[in-house]
Nanobody, 117 residues
Framework: QVQLVESGGGLVQAGGSLRLSCTAS????????MGWYRQAPGQQRDMVAT???????YYVDSIKGRFTISRDNAQNTLYLQMNNLKPEDTAVYYC???????????WGQGTQVTVSS
């Protein structure tokens, strides 16, 4: 029953920055992990960044060094700071949360990120 709402997307030029937010309807402190995913038109949804409860993070190679995932437990919010954006980053971005039992929320509507060249 956890609801996640993504926001912060928009249209930017290559090299620009955006910060995405994912706000949960309940406390995220006890989730094992939270992650950001993206889906380009005609493509599958892929995980791009994950943060674990202990603070460890994981990034796919294509965004490593450009994106930073973080969480604010007090605000029940997950963030994705995206710097040096590239046209290849254009996609709808989604978030999700995980307990030891698996995904804790259904996929939401996501937030659109469009990067122009």
């Amino acid at each position: 029953q956890v609801q996640l709402v993504e926001s912060g997307g928009g249209l930017v030029q290559a090299g620009g920055s955006l910060r995405l937010s994912c706000t949960a309807s309940e406390n995220i402190f006890f989730f094992r992990s939270m992650g950001w995913y993206r889906q380009a038109p005609g493509q599958q949804r892929d995980m791009v960044a994950t943060i674990f409860s202990g603070g460890n993070t994981y990034y796919v190679d294509s965004i490593k060094g450009r994106f930073t995932i973080s969480r604010d437990n007090a605000q029940n919010t997950l963030y994705l700071q995206m710097n040096n954006l590239k046209p290849e980053d254009t996609a709808v971005y989604y978030c999700n949360a995980y307990s030891k039992f698996g995904a804790a929320a259904s996929w939401g509507q996501g937030t659109q990120v469009t990067v122009s060249s």
